[in-house]
């Protein structure tokens, strides 16, 4: 990759990237490039694998957070004369 031997600066590369991270966030885009992943460089590949995966595991996280965390009532839990 252009950025990795120094060619792209970063302050190209960085909005790029951040583009490419949201883009990802979307089940298409990650269904396209499962697709169509072969056609690129192998480090960009490997980039593009390891957002989708840190985004893939941030979700379930996520997910996992919400089902388990209780919901707090904020009037109950001032007491009885709301302090």
Known sequence: MRYRAGSVPDEIWGP????LEV???SEFA??????GAQFYDH???TL???IIRLQIATEEEL???AEGS???NRAS????NGR
């Open 16 to 19: 790029w990237r951040r583009v």
């Open 23 to 25: 883009d990802l966030q």
């Open 30 to 35: 990650r269904e396209v490039w499962l697709n």
């Open 43 to 45: 480090q960009f590949g």
């Open 48 to 50: 593009v694998s390891s």
């Open 63 to 65: 997910e996992h957070h």
């Open 70 to 72: 209780p919901r707090i």
């Open 77 to 80: 839990s001032k007491g009885e």
